[in-house]
């Protein structure tokens, strides 16, 4: 028989949820759109929002649809391509005509205010291969989108960077994934960021050879 006298256990209280369970919760989400028979219609949106506002990017979701079809590898990195590219002209546009009414929930919850002063410094240079390198590899693509716009960065070279970029990138994971299969799957988490930055500034440094040879 328990005395009625004994303390009662206090439970530990809960611990905080990490900074970055909300990432992860998003993560998963985009994961099980892989297994809706309207995946190929989720990574269009996917890549659409990711260009100005989302926080996963769609490779993720691009390359869970690929391996479970990989014959359609080439189809779902178009898919992407044209997403993030269109959303990426609507990142434009929300630069363009929409940033005084919205800039400080992004730099709340989305940018950091600093960096992105910075990028309109990288702008004011090298326009071209800025839009081109946030594209390609993991600097996030939404802040250069939307910077375009709000410093007024030539649409017609933003869109042609971004196609390049874009392109380049959702291909090379295509083709990867079409040619090795799901070996290749940890490869691509692991290094495929690291290998971008360096392929891209590999090729930023070729063309500033031939320029100044």
């Given at each position: ?103 400080h929930v992004f730099f709340?919850?989305?940018?950091d205010e600093a960096m ?33 716009g709000v410093f007024h ?61």
């Amino acid at each position: 028989m328990t005395d009625s006298l004994s303390p009662t256990p206090v439970k530990p209280p809960a611990a905080a949820a990490p900074r970055w369970a909300v990432h992860r919760r998003l993560y998963d989400w985009v994961l099980a759109r892989a297994h809706s028979k309207h995946g190929t219609l989720a990574l269009f949106l996917l890549s659409f929002a990711e260009s100005s506002f989302f926080p996963v990017p769609p490779d993720v979701l691009q390359i869970a649809l690929t391996l479970e079809r990989r014959s359609r590898a080439f189809y779902y990195a178009g898919v992407s391509a044209v997403g993030s590219v269109l959303g990426g002209i609507a990142g434009y546009g929300i630069g363009w005509g929409l940033w005084e009414a919205v800039d400080h929930v992004f730099f709340r919850y989305l940018f950091d205010e600093a960096m992105f002063h910075r990028v309109e410094a990288l702008y004011q240079r090298h326009d071209f291969w800025c839009v081109f390198a946030a594209a390609f590899t993991p600097i996030p693509y939404k802040v250069f989108t939307i910077a375009a716009g709000v410093f007024h960065v030539s649409l017609p070279m933003f869109i042609l960077a971004s196609a390049v970029g874009r392109s380049a990138r959702f291909f090379l994971v295509a083709m990867l994934l079409w040619w090795y299969g799901p070996p290749i799957k940890s490869f691509i988490d692991r290094y495929f960021n690291l290998l971008s930055i360096v392929f891209t500034a590999m090729l930023i440094g070729l063309f500033v050879i031939l320029r100044y040879a």
